[in-house]
């Protein structure tokens, strides 16, 4: 019965929030940059991979860039592997500093055409899931990653829903949600991943908006991003603003139309000799963005 009206609550919480889930009583925690309710945080891929837990927490705050999505597999090793006492302990260390622990960043993906395969990344989700409420978390990314050669597109495409649907459901029970990063050979091309959520029920499923070339397909990024918006959640990732070509000025003005509250994630792909200064360049020029 607990559970049940959990659920319900937190089927509510998501369906009114609309963009960014402003209306979540997590997402007031951080103070916004100023004309906009905009957070910038980082994804732990490549400049914090082998920082452990304090460290992780320390540079964070020594930068100003207050929230993170733990990646598997990293130094920082919050994993499904720690005790209940170890968990508790990772929750406190993020409970007694300035930074927010968003969640955790997967490589669970669900189009493979093997029935066990797809079992597996469902079960694996879901204990992940256990672990992001254990922590303080608010929810798990996750990816579609493929349309595999010799299977119909659209059977993938529904396998890949209905196991967001599936998690989606079991997550909801923790209060959690379920970030479908935009990835993957095809599944990042828009009209695909709009295909996929078409057949999305859950509303603790989000999109994760990822930056990717495939943005800028025709008819444009204007209208790829209004394509997915109805479906965004909390998190953004983005690569470095000042490599490449990528039109960030154009995406954050895109963000702030929609006001757009959630978290803007650095997931940096360059191996800079001072990340600590790195990081508060990036900090910098974000906040040049979204005050244009």
């Known amino acids: 019965m607990e559970k049940d009206f959990s659920r319900r609550t937190f089927i509510q919480k998501s369906m009114v929030a609309g963009f960014g889930l402003a209306a979540l009583p997590w997402m007031s925690a951080m103070a916004s940059p100023k004309k906009s309710g905009m957070k910038f945080g980082l994804v732990t891929y490549e400049w914090a991979k082998d920082w452990d837990l304090p460290t992780l927490i320390a540079n964070c705050e020594k930068t100003g860039v207050l929230g ?6 990293h130094a920082h090793a919050v994993e499904t592997n720690l005790t209940s006492s170890q968990r508790e302990e990772v929750k406190k260390r993020f409970a007694d500093s300035s930074v927010t622990c968003l969640g955790y960043g997967s490589n669970y993906e669900y189009h493979s055409p093997d029935p066990a ?5 469902i079960a694996g989700t879901k204990e992940y899931i256990k672990l992001c409420d254990d922590i303080g978390a608010t929810g798990i990314k996750v990816k579609p ?21 599936e998690v989606g459901k079991f997550a909801q029970d923790y209060g959690q949600l379920i970030r479908v990063e935009v990835h993957g050979h095809l599944t990042q091309n828009i009209p695909n991943m709009k295909a996929i959520f078409d057949q999305v029920t ?3 499923v989000k999109v994760c908006w990822n930056s990717n070339p495939e943005d800028l397909l025709p008819p444009g990024l204007e209208q790829n991003f209004h ?9 953004v990732h983005v690569r470095e603003f000042n490599v490449g070509d990528y039109p960030y000025a154009e995406l954050m003005k895109l963000f702030s ?12 792909r360059t191996q800079p000799e001072d990340r600590i200064a790195a990081l508060k360049e990036q900090l910098k020029i974000f906040n040049e963005l979204v005050a244009q």
């Open 68 to 73: 993170v999505e733990l990646r598997t597999q």
């Open 117 to 121: 395969k797809l079992k597996e990344n």
């Open 145 to 165: 990653n493929n349309l595999p050669d010799g299977v119909p597109p659209e059977k993938t495409i529904a396998q890949i829903a209905a196991s967001f649907n």
């Open 202 to 204: 859950e509303p603790n």
């Open 227 to 235: 394509t997915l918006s109805k479906w965004f959640g909390d998190t």
């Open 257 to 268: 139309g929609i006001n757009y509250e959630g978290w803007i994630l650095m997931e940096a």
